[in-house]
């Protein structure tokens, strides 16, 4: 989480020098030599480092392991976008990353994505704001060029398939290829069985399942959707991917929703591959649908662009990029924001820029289509109101607030659910920092909601605010881990059930319309 101030201009300005790149530092030898070599040399580099404001130039040394002068100049520039990476994230170079690591962001170490080279993992599904469509994703550590998925509704009889494309990238010395296919003409509320892989290769064991969305012109329908923030690939998130795997497996949520920092990879990619594999139960099941938080902004977010299929629903939403969408899931639309670029300094989201311009257009669009999704729901990472003992909730939250909250206002937004901070709260409804009403029946302004509690240790357990203010549901505040659950019943009441990690109910609000 970032701590500091948002106008960090050198931190801007190495996000430039890196931003000019076309690509990372490649790969400068294949086999150990090199790899050993900067690990040993990093090893004492750390060891002997005194003056931690001199990790620059130490690291800058390990740059002469290149093979010529352009590529040590292409190490040096990644030495100085990594460095401001990693206090961008309140981070410490020498003593949050190891020297085998340190050098596999250098690309002077190689990792790899998987331990077989042809086996399908970390599946996951996904929308694409298209009713009948599905997009299906997996890795290998080897490439195959005919990935397929083998589908049916009948279990034992997969007699339709469809081929995709491939991609991969190589920051952090990644190995691996992402696989993505989409589903057509699937129709809606249908259960499909179904395999991936490579017919030439190897055939995932088991076979899995997946229910294709429901109607988007049914408002009088029961929406289930999971709405969480800031999970990652430790043993502290293991309550909640176990609770949301469960979930979905009973068909008790129908979609899941990340609004942000996802994996805590923080540059180190094989953490993703972790994270990816250990959600794999829930996602391979239903959809998985992440927007970014400021934990995915290194190698300027090209793994989040590329290991989800996100600008196919952007593409779909007219926003053309998966860094924000929309899409609609039964009765609710959903609005996915974007406060990350430029370390949180969100220029895009000032007026007469594409984002606002979008997101403007987006809303517009929905108040107007009540009759088909009543209820309208924004997800985005940062906060825009928020009582923990922070700058984020200060600061920070106003400036996103002057943004886009006379937006969210003008267009009757019912709910916005954010991460960020890892604790839970709600306001009452509330505009302008004005509370509007003290309950949630035919309220006139909206509620927002903090739900980064899906697990991740930092800064857990900080403390609210003592004193705060008249919108804020000042007993229903939680420093404990969880997950949220939105029902969306008709277009009479949308519910937000608050779950902790031992799947006790300690909260719950439901906004009504009549």
Request: glycine residues 6%.
């Amino acid at each position: 989480m970032m701590q500091r101030g948002l106008l960090a201009a050198g931190l801007l300005l190495s996000f430039l020098a890196f931003a000019s790149l076309s690509f990372p530092v490649s790969a400068l030898s294949d086999s150990d030599e090199y790899c050993s070599k900067c690990v040993a040399n990093t090893t004492t580099l750390l060891k002997d480092l005194e003056d931690p404001s001199k990790i620059e130039s130490s690291l800058n040394l390990l740059c002469n392991l290149a093979g010529n002068k352009t590529e040590r100049q292409k190490c040096k520039d990644l030495v100085k976008s990594l460095i401001s990476w990693v206090e961008a994230e309140d981070l410490v170079l020498e003593k949050d990353y190891s020297p085998s690591e340190i050098c596999a962001m250098l690309s002077f170490c190689q990792t790899q994505c998987c331990t077989t080279p042809y086996w399908p993992e970390q599946i996951h599904v996904s929308i694409t704001g298209v009713e009948g469509e599905m997009i299906i994703m997996w890795t290998t550590l080897e490439l195959t060029k005919n990935p397929t998925v083998f589908y049916g509704t009948d279990s034992n009889n997969l007699n339709l398939k469809a081929t995709g494309t491939y991609d991969t990238y190589h920051f952090c010395g990644w190995n691996g290829w992402i696989y993505q296919v989409k589903l057509t003409n699937l129709g809606t509320n249908t259960r499909f069985y179904y395999k991936v892989g490579d017919p030439q290769y190897e055939i995932s064991l088991q076979t899995l399942v997946f229910d294709s969305s429901p109607p988007t012109n049914d408002s009088s329908q029961t929406t289930k959707v999971a709405i969480f923030g800031d999970m990652d690939a430790t043993a502290v998130s293991d309550y909640t991917v176990s609770w949301l795997s469960a979930l979905a497996w009973k068909q008790q949520i129908g979609l899941m929703v990340h609004a942000g920092d996802i994996s805590y990879s923080n540059g180190y990619e094989p953490i993703m591959d972790q994270y990816l594999r250990k959600i794999e139960v829930a996602a391979s099941r239903v959809p998985y649908m992440p927007i970014v938080g400021n934990h995915e902004i290194f190698w300027d977010f090209v793994p989040y662009k590329k290991r989800f299929a996100n600008l196919a629903v952007g593409q779909n939403s007219a926003s053309n990029t998966s860094m924000f969408y929309s899409f609609n899931f039964g009765n609710v639309h959903f609005v996915a924001y974007d406060c990350e670029e430029y370390f949180g300094l969100a220029p895009d989201l000032q007026p007469g820029n594409p984002q606002y311009d979008w997101l403007e257009a987006d809303l517009q669009k929905a108040n107007a289509n009540r009759g088909q999704q009543p209820w309208v729901v924004l997800f985005g990472h940062r906060p825009l109101y928020c009582t923990a003992l922070s700058d984020r909730c200060t600061t920070e939250a106003a400036r996103y607030r002057s943004l886009i909250e006379p937006l969210i206002h003008k267009y009757q937004v019912d709910l916005v659910v954010s991460g960020h901070n890892h604790n839970y709260e709600r306001t009452y409804p509330v505009y302008n920092n004005q509370t509007v009403a003290f309950n949630y029946d035919n309220p006139t302004a909206t509620t927002y909601v903090v739900a980064g509690t899906a697990g991740n240790k930092e800064g857990h357990g900080s403390a609210f605010s003592s004193t705060p203010p008249s919108w804020s549901v000042a007993n229903e505040r939680y420093s404990i881990f969880g997950y949220t659950v939105l029902t969306a019943k008709g277009n009479s009441s949308l519910e937000l059930q608050f779950f902790d990690e031992t799947q006790r109910l300690q909260d719950s609000f439901s906004i009504t319309r009549s």
